[in-house]
Nanobody
């Protein structure tokens, strides 16, 4: 059974940084596509960043230049480096992934429906 587990969330002041991690367990993916999503209270979940099997990335306009998504296939871990954090970045952050091949044109993606496996989320709170 594939499982994703996020870690690294916490509370930080505006302008600070956090690094989220998402580890995969279960089957070992030689190639995977993944993404980070977030949901603030009372708002819909939104895509933050996505990465395809070859490492090509996509970002939401609101985080471009501040967030970096990356993955380590050998360690089955997805990362989200978040810098210059703003109060509006607060929310529950979720990782999502699936096995996919290099060259899959559907990815990188930030569409919820494209992903099969989801983590439980990690809370990020940015204070002003």
């Amino acid at each position: 059974q594939e499982r994703l587990a996020e870690s690294g969330g916490g509370s930080v002041q505006a302008g600070g940084s956090l690094r989220l991690s998402c580890s995969y367990s279960g089957h070992i993916y030689t190639t995977s596509c993944a993404a980070w999503f977030r949901q603030a209270p009372g708002k819909k979940r939104e895509g933050v960043a996505g990465i395809d099997a070859s490492g090509v990335t996509v970002y939401a306009d609101s985080v471009k230049g501040r967030f970096t998504i990356s993955k380590d296939n050998s360690e089955n871990t997805l990362y989200l480096e978040m810098n210059s954090l703003k109060p509006e970045d607060s929310g529950m952050y979720y990782c999502a992934a699936l096995f996919c091949s290099i060259g899959n044109r559907r990815f990188p993606s930030m569409r919820e429906a494209d992903f099969v496996y989801w983590g439980q989320g990690t809370q990020v709170t940015v204070s002003s």
